[in-house]
């Protein structure tokens, strides 16, 4: 049996597959998995969330939440049948529950078969799983943060080079993290989009990666919406600098200003995500407020005074409800 933890990210976003610095966190929900040789040529997938079993002929890929599993298994080489049993606390929508999964999935192999891998190995086998097996063409910040992330520190990474450091959230504050109710709806296709417009911005501008930009007024030479994809990449990238040597007032004002440029630039935002944004902001326990993870609907993180997490979260929630407004599935 192995576990491991969602993230959720404070700075940093949708910077990861473009050679750039993050700055998540690890949460305290986690994903734990089970998993045991049952002797016969099928995996048996059981999830306890769901409440659904799925038998999968070894070798073979499977179909709903199966390829996260079988994904992990095949590039671990596993040959023979087994049970797989999984349970998550992570909510889905932005705190990677998905990476949670993946990275338990294959601590659990390590563990049964003794495989030689460390914990970035780790981590970049589950970012292949993404690639290959779900389709999603994700960065490495999920995984990163869930195999190397604690609950008690920030972690810094540089996701061209992988170095990583520790760095302690600002004196006085907390994180409060609000799930918006707002199901993430073509998040898949979405993200895979932004990835390619981006991809051709950086092609077009001659640099490698928008990591590479060093001035960014030249994105303003790129056609929309190439321009403003790569204006958020390259101004996010200087927030999550600025963001380690912050305050916490500071540190808020730059979440905020990543919400912004997520909602204006990279339209990964929802009207019904930047009103609840828009209240955590307006509250005076409130440093600041932003959609995290991939976008499209999802969690939202806030940097609150210390000890005042609950409270906030209790009021702003109640805000939110009287608002009225209604979330079309
Ligand atoms: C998803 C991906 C990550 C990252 C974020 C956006 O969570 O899995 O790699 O790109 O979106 O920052």
Not at 162 to 171: D, G
Not at 262 to 281: M, N
Not at 307 to 328: E, I, M
């Amino acid at each position: 049996m192995a576990s491991a933890p969602g993230r959720v990210n404070l700075l940093g976003e949708h910077t990861d597959y473009q050679g750039g610095f993050v700055l998540p966190t690890a949460i305290p929900q986690r994903a734990t998995v089970g998993l045991g040789r049952n002797g016969t040529p099928s995996h048996v997938l059981y999830s306890a969330n769901l409440e659904k079993t799925l038998r999968v002929p070894v070798g073979e890929v499977g179909t709903e939440f199966a390829p996260y599993l079988t994904g992990c298994l095949k590039l671990s080489g596993v040959m023979e049948g087994l049970n797989v049993h999984i349970t998550s606390e992570v909510p889905s929508g932005g705190l990677s529950s998905s990476a949670a999964l993946e990275v338990a999935t294959l601590r659990a192999l390590r563990e049964l078969y003794s495989l030689e891998l460390n914990d970035v190995d780790l981590a970049l086998r589950g970012v292949q799983v993404e690639h290959e097996f779900v389709g999603v063409m994700c960065g490495v910040m999920d995984q990163m943060a869930s195999s190397l992330a604690d609950t008690r520190t920030l972690l810094l990474i540089d996701t061209r080079s992988l170095e990583r450091r520790a760095v302690p959230l600002p004196a006085g504050a907390e994180v409060l993290v609000l799930d918006s109710g707002v199901p993430r709806r073509l998040a898949e296709s979405g993200y895979n989009e932004r990835r390619a417009q981006v991809e051709e911005a950086s092609r077009l501008l001659g640099v490698k990666e928008l990591r590479d930009v060093t001035d960014i007024s030249t994105v303003e030479t790129l056609p929309s919406p190439l321009k403003e994809r790569a204006r958020h990449v390259v101004s996010e990238n200087s927030r999550v600098l600025v963001g380690l040597e912050a305050d916490a007032v500071i540190f808020g004002g730059l979440m905020n200003a990543t919400h912004a440029s997520l909602r204006d630039d990279y339209a990964v935002s929802h009207p019904l995500v930047d009103d609840l944004v828009g209240l955590l902001e307006a509250h005076p326990d409130v440093f600041g407020a932003r959609i995290t993870g991939a976008g499209f609907g999802g969690a939202v993180v806030a940097l609150v005074r210390e000890g005042t997490a609950a409270a906030v979260g209790a009021a702003v929630l109640a805000a939110y409800g009287t608002l009225g407004r209604v979330v079309v599935p």
